[in-house]
């Protein structure tokens, strides 16, 4: 079953914008909804959380990362420029540092680029 939602979100939006989703709960990881987000060319939103991990689905030409504390975070952790890169040669990667009290997000930005 197609999820309306999912498959009604990009109908007015012009093409030239691009778009990702980030769940919050497993029960969205399911090949019916990466083919609607395939379909409209919607991203899935690759994110790191303590409790949750988002399969390494990729639903548009392009990927978008959410990367989150290095400390608490393993998946995007210390080794991950080397992911990102590998990555970056296949498709256009944007990833996103999520804001804390410190600097960490604006120094990992820094160290990727």
Known sequence: MRLAAVDRFP???PHHVRFA????HDSWFRDDVFASLHEARVALCL??????ETPGV???DFSY????????QPRFGRHSNGRFLNLA???EVLVYFKQEETPEGALRAEELL
């Open 11 to 13: 109908g007015g939006v």
């Open 21 to 24: 989703f980030e769940f919050r």
């Open 65 to 72: 990362i959410a990367c989150g504390s290095r400390n608490t």
């Open 47 to 52: 994110a790191e959380s303590e409790k949750l």
């Open 89 to 91: 040669q296949k498709r």
């Open 58 to 60: 990729h639903t548009a």
